[in-house]
């Protein structure tokens, strides 16, 4: 009954009226009901149907989840893709050493045989999506134990996505939206054979680096292409020589035309997660009380990081990756929380929190159902801040030194120390994953910064971190080391086995229960054991216990907010599934005083051009280019222009990095890579003067492929409209 009447609520807010251009990542099969008469509105030439259709090819069939974590899409009949240049990131490094540096340098395929294959790189479709929020539903009731009541939800879910791929090589994926308030069912398929066509060269790819990162005015190339392989039926297979190139349904023609204010856009992509019906108590833990936390401990892995890779050029090499993951997120953060205090957030939501008390107060039905969940919230929100504080000190700060983090790929082995006979066929089944890991991991190991991380982090684990909250060997630390992290380090890196290579390969090729004995005791293995028990044994289930009663309490909030705002179209958080996100090109005001133009240039290149800092070396044929002002038909047609990146209110986040930027004719003018800073706090609250999406202008691309890297075989394949 509850159900039928929130399914209604959601339905009946269909004929609305107080739509929103900016805000709003939306389901591509209720875009025709929802979004089509807005957006049509904006500018949009085309119709929901040629956005998503599973009758018929649309865009979405050239729309690829990549690699998990980022979008791609397809601009060439013969699979080709493109994506960001940090999204390929991993691929191209796994491919560039000293001697072949594609990081450095670039890399084009010049024919199909040159394409490089990757290893566990893969592509997933959306084949359809269905509502299945009464299947996975059936049964169950709000009165049943959390237990039980999850039981009957998982069996259900189960029984819809066997039902959903029965005599098919497809996947499915269901997942719960607005809390569990409605659940859809995504049938998948994934290419497994997924090859590195191109990539420019870093300067161009990451120009800016992290010091640009989130920040506009923008100038980083960022993109890098692949091609997706086939069998000769043109369905998934793993890779193979005699695989071909897909042959996709759809693939996205790309304007030439550019791009003015106001122009309509939308993003068509996977954003990862947002949280935007959290009450303020829940947004005061993230941002004011944990964020700078985190921001602390990352700073100061980063700044090792950094002194070491501008001292030498290998470990510039190993730990580039490594860097730009925790950078990014670290500066993210510092944004988000600068945001969220800027725009008054909390105070915001705790004003509307009034409203809505005083709201489910005017009627006895909604005084039972709502009355009491705002101090609710406040008292669980309390309870479980600081088991989210201990979990960050654990994962940031524990976990954050390498080759304890790296022992836990080897704590199975440890266990058969325990065990009377070792298992001599599966040890032989485990041994080249292991022998690979330990290849993959000595590749981009760097001692010096890891010894100098451990002690600046277990400092902090030591000094800060709730009584409660500590891993059993700061007893140890206590007791032996009086309390000196330095000696310990010491200790830590002289016994251990998980800094010396050969001594880690013997081990695993000659393994023995001698070994495993000795392995057990493993000081580095001994940190991470504790660190699990601690978080198995006091953090994870209280987590989850408090996460469950908070989910229960949000999805009836997320009910509340419905009920008392009939004519508000809602939309549902990220949760990784395919989304529409549209809006304008629009220029934005950052800060008092200052006006950011929506685009920014070649010129802006040269401007900040510096050849002594690394991240603005420009390449000196890119420079030629500028010079002889050899733009082709990559110019912009107005001013005659290279224009690199522009900025547009679509409501995005992490994973929308790839996403195809199309205009009001379904054609591709752009790709999404990243947001203002300003705009940081929109995975929590979005303000549709500050956030601001950050799209490559695809002539930008383009003119990289043709003119810098002269691959223009790969412009030729694509279909180009001028
Ligand atoms: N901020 C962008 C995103 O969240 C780009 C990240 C990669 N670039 C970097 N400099 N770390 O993914
Ligand atoms: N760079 C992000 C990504 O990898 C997108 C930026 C954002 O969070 O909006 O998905």
């Not at 049964?139 to 005599?167: C, L």
């Not at 959290?278 to 700078?292: D, G, H, Q, W, Y």
């Not at 999404?672 to 300003?678: K, Q």
Request: a neutral charge; proline letters at 4%; aromatic letters at 12%.
């Amino acid at each position: 009954m509850k159900k039928n009447f929130i399914v209604a609520v959601i339905f009946s807010l269909l004929a609305n009226l107080g739509l929103k251009a900016d805000e709003g990542m939306w389901l591509p099969s209720l875009l025709e009901k929802l979004n089509e008469k807005e957006m049509q509105d904006l500018g949009m030439r085309i119709s929901a149907k040629d956005i998503y259709d599973i009758n018929n090819s649309s865009i979405k069939d050239a729309i690829v989840h990549f690699g998990g974590g980022c979008t791609a899409e397809i601009v060439s009949d013969q699979g080709l893709v493109i994506t960001n240049h940090h999204c390929g990131f991993g691929a191209i490094q796994k491919h560039s050493s000293i001697e072949h540096d594609y990081l450095t340098d670039g890399f084009w395929a010049m024919s199909k045989k040159e394409e490089l294959p990757n290893k566990d790189l893969t592509v997933t479709f959306l084949v359809r999506m269905d509502d299945v929020t009464d299947a996975v539903l059936n049964g169950v009731d709000d009165k049943m134990k959390a237990e039980e009541r999850n039981k009957k939800i998982s069996e259900n879910i189960k029984a819809v996505k066997e039902n959903a791929t029965k005599d098919t090589h497809y996947g499915a994926i269901v997942k719960p939206f607005f809390y569990g308030n409605q659940y859809y069912l995504f049938v998948t398929e994934t290419f497994k054979d997924v090859r590195l066509v191109g990539a420019p060269p870093s300067n161009i790819g990451k120009f800016g680096g992290d010091t640009d990162n989130w920040v506009w005015p923008r100038h980083t190339g960022d993109f890098s292409i692949f091609r997706i392989y086939a069998n000769k039926d043109n369905q998934p297979a793993e890779y193979s020589e005699d695989n071909v190139p897909y042959t996709p349904k759809h693939h996205l023609p790309i304007s030439l035309k550019g791009i003015k204010e106001g122009d309509f856009t939308f993003v068509f992509g996977y954003p990862g997660r947002t949280q935007e019906y959290l009450p303020s108590f829940a947004v005061e833990n993230i941002a004011i009380k944990r964020n700078p936390n985190k921001i602390n401990l990352r700073n100061k892995r980063l700044s090792i990081f950094k002194r070491y890779q501008n001292a030498n050029d290998t470990v510039r090499i190993q730990y580039a990756s490594k860097a730009a993951r925790v950078a990014n997120y670290w500066k993210k953060m510092i944004g988000e929380s600068k945001g969220i205090k800027r725009l008054h957030a909390i105070n915001k939501k705790e004003n509307f929190q009034k409203k809505f008390i005083q709201w489910a107060n005017e009627t006895p039905q909604r005084k039972e159902k709502y009355g009491n969940l705002i101090p609710e919230f406040k008292d669980l929100y309390e309870e479980i801040l600081p088991y989210e504080i201990g979990r960050d000190f654990l994962f940031e700060a524990g976990l954050g030194v390498e080759i304890v983090n790296f022992s836990g790929k080897f704590r199975n082995l440890a266990k058969l120390s325990k065990e009377k006979k070792i298992d001599k066929e599966k040890l032989e089944k485990d041994k080249p994953k292991l022998i690979a890991a330990i290849e993959g991991f000595f590749k981009d190991y760097y001692e010096p910064i890891d010894r100098e991380a451990f002690v600046a982090l277990m400092q902090d684990y030591y000094d800060n971190a709730p009584a409660e909250f500590k891993p059993a060997f700061f007893s140890i630390i206590k007791e032996k080391y009086d309390g000196n992290i330095s000696k310990y380090a010491k200790h830590v890196f002289e016994k251990s086995i998980f800094n010396k290579k050969e001594k880690l390969e013997d081990l695993v090729n000659n393994f023995s229960k001698s070994k495993a004995k000795k392995l057990a005791k493993d000081p580095a293995l001994i940190m991470f054991n504790d660190l699990i028990n601690l978080y198995y044994s006091r953090i994870n289930k209280e987590i989850n216990r408090l996460s469950d009663e908070l989910n229960k309490l949000q999805k009836i909030y997320v009910q509340g907010l419905m009920e008392m705002q009939k004519d508000k179209t809602f939309y549902p958080d990220a949760n990784s599934t395919l989304r529409i996100s549209y809006g304008k090109v629009s220029a934005f005001k950052p800060a008092d005083g200052v006006q950011y133009k929506y685009y920014t240039t070649l010129e802006g290149i040269m401007e900040k051009e510096n050849p002594e800092i690394y991240d603005y070396v420009v390449e000196d044929r890119l420079k030629d280019l500028y010079n002889s002002k050899d733009y082709g038909q990559y110019a912009d047609p107005e001013d005659g222009k290279i224009h690199v990146a522009f900025i547009a209110n679509n409501h995005t986040t992490g994973g929308n990095s790839g996403s195809p930027v199309l205009n009001a004719d379904g054609q591709l003018i752009g790709v999404n890579f990243d947001r203002c800073w300003e705009s940081t706090m929109s995975d929590l609250v979005y303000d549709p003067d500050l956030c601001r999406n950050i799209t490559l202008d695809i002539r930008y691309c383009l003119f990289i492929i043709d003119k810098f890297a002269g691959a223009k075989h790969l412009v030729e394949e694509m279909s180009i409209i001028k």
